[in-house]
């Protein structure tokens, strides 16, 4: 990467894209595709922060039309009713478009709302939810919405698990979807951006960004590489800040981070492919939904301010989570031996003053009032309407410097899939996955055990890594990435440390502590 960082010396872009999760991919995807010289940077690999810690799903938007506690809310505060409208509106178009675009990117399941007598809800509040869904929803990917009456709800499959059934008048059933596989997302939209004509980097570093006199951007890359840009688009996700206040340390803040941890344990055959979607004890949206074998609670919903490069469930999130899961199923009685996994995220959402833990509204800001002329941040954006958001930064770019004469250029790229035998293939010498292997590790910025795993071939989430496997795999990788013997054993040992952090591995050591019989981690989930 050294040479091709030092091949960039001085040269102008008409943008240049900081940060390279979902948001920033698409838009970089776009930009490129619209005819822009554009290069996109990322301090870290492609689609490995917030992007891949999410709760994975495609929402339907209903999560929008639940404010908390009451729709009383709603009443009482106008401007967030209409913010629900639009982000619903998002989610909606965003969902059919996904789906039809990339149905190999997701999985459909079957979700239920239940409505308590008790509940904030009542039947025809939801009734009135879909009502809005479906009237957005005109030639999109039905919801296949129904309300179970009680007499039904009572004995699904599932919903019988539930509490109080006697309280339980009805249920709403529709079809939601999850990603499976956010991560390639990423990573897809860069190499399609990069076939496109895009420069495209991982693992580089935004030093500075400084305003001249010109107007452009001097942005200084590590190893004191300097580009230079009229425009500068800060997709950095949590980070955004951290970005503008090298530009302008009076800038106002932009971006609120709050914490999304989950937990994965195994539920009863009959819950496979079935979902629960509902609020937790403090009026927050809490979901049980299907990962393959198993089933995630979460996400929990708290203000993060902590290390940014480092985030895990911690002891208290796991207990909370599971208070929440023993409240919807009591009849589970799950604990600490029950978890599998754990993972958790920072969800970079739009700082508002009257709002304490963020406004979910996607907004795309704009600094020259600060000085900061060419400058775009976006912030609030889901993975669900990330398309959507990088057209919406590139009619931004638009605005700022104008169309480009060059007309939209085509991407004729067949995106990967995931195959389940791979590592099998590979450790059994298959000559084809050893040249398709040699492939991903030329061509698409493979630099760690966990680029490969996580975000190449996507296994590292679907089936537990055997310390064997990794072995052999690494044996294949070494050779062609240039590693010696040392290097070889310190990026085994990061990997193990990234599983660790990904899958909750470090929370083993504490329920061996408590001497708990089954350790976090101690299994990853295997999707259908």
């Not at 999760?21 to 917030?50: C, M, P, Q, T």
């Not at 506690?69 to 509106?89: H, I, N």
């Not at 942005?219 to 503008?244: F, K, T």
């Not at 700082?351 to 833990?357: N, S, T």
Request: hydrophobic share 40%.
């Amino acid at each position: 990467m050294a040479s091709q960082l030092s091949e960039l010396q001085g040269r102008r872009y008409d943008a240049v894209v900081i940060g390279l999760g979902i948001n920033g991919a698409a838009a970089l995807r776009e930009l490129a595709s619209a005819g822009y010289s554009v290069l996109g940077v990322d301090k870290h690999d492609f689609g490995s922060g917030a992007s891949s810690r999410s709760s994975r799903l495609l929402h339907c938007g209903l999560r929008y039309f639940a404010p908390g506690r009451s729709l009383w809310e709603f009443v009482q505060r106008p401007q967030q009713f209409a913010t629900a409208l639009k982000m619903a509106r998002q989610a909606v178009t965003a969902r059919t478009e996904l789906v039809r675009a990339e149905p190999h990117r997701v999985s459909a399941i079957t979700v239920h709302f239940p409505i308590y007598e008790d509940g904030p809800y009542a039947k025809w509040q939801v009734r009135a939810a879909f009502g809005l869904l479906g009237a957005m929803n005109i030639g999109g990917v039905p919801f296949d919405y129904s309300m179970l009456p009680h007499d039904e709800a009572v004995r699904a499959p599932m919903l019988r698990l539930l509490r109080a059934p006697g309280q339980l008048k009805s249920a709403a059933s529709y079809r939601e979807y999850s990603f499976v596989w956010p991560e390639r997302i990423c990573v897809d939209a860069v190499l399609d951006a990069e076939a496109a004509g895009a420069t495209v980097l991982n693992y580089t570093r935004v030093m500075s960004c400084t305003k001249t006199q010109d107007g452009d951007w001097r942005i200084l890359l590590e190893g004191n590489v300097e580009v230079r840009a009229p425009v500068v688009v800060n997709l950095a996700g949590i980070w955004i800040d951290d970005i503008v206040h090298v530009a302008n340390p009076r800038a106002s803040n932009r971006v609120l981070g709050t914490k999304g941890a989950h937990i994965l344990v195994r539920m009863p055959e009959e819950c496979r492919s079935i979902g629960i979607a509902t609020l937790n004890s403090k009026g927050e949206p809490f979901y049980c939904l299907p990962w393959g074998d198993h089933h995630y609670f979460g996400p929990t919903e708290t203000l993060y301010e902590g290390d940014k490069e480092h985030v895990f469930v911690n002891e208290a999130e796991v207990e909370f989570l599971l208070a929440e899961a023993n409240r919807l199923f009591p009849s589970q009685a799950l604990n600490a031996s029950h978890v599998v996994q754990t993972w958790a995220g920072v969800r970079p959402l739009t700082f508002d003053e009257d709002l304490p833990m963020g406004n979910r509204n996607r907004v795309l800001h704009e600094f020259s009032k600060e000085g900061l002329a060419g400058m775009l941040a976006l912030t609030g954006g889901p993975l669900t309407s990330h398309r959507s958001a990088g057209r919406q930064v590139r009619e931004a770019v638009e605005r700022l410097i104008g169309n480009v004469d060059d007309n939209r250029r085509q991407i004729p790229r067949e995106h990967a899939a995931i195959d389940r035998d791979f590592l099998r293939k590979l450790c059994e010498n298959d000559a084809r996955a050893h040249q398709q292997l040699r492939q991903i590790l030329s061509k698409e910025q493979v630099r760690t055990l966990s680029d490969l795993f996580f975000r190449r071939l996507g296994v590292a989430w679907f089936d537990r890594i055997e310390p064997a496997t990794v072995r052999k795999v690494t044996s294949a990788v070494a050779g062609p990435l240039n590693w010696s013997e040392s290097e070889t054993q310190i990026e085994v040992a990061k990997f193990l440390d990234d599983l660790d952090a990904t899958f909750g591995y470090g929370m083993s050591k504490l329920t061996e502590e408590q001497g708990s019989p089954k350790s976090f981690g101690s299994s990853a989930a295997v999707p259908n």
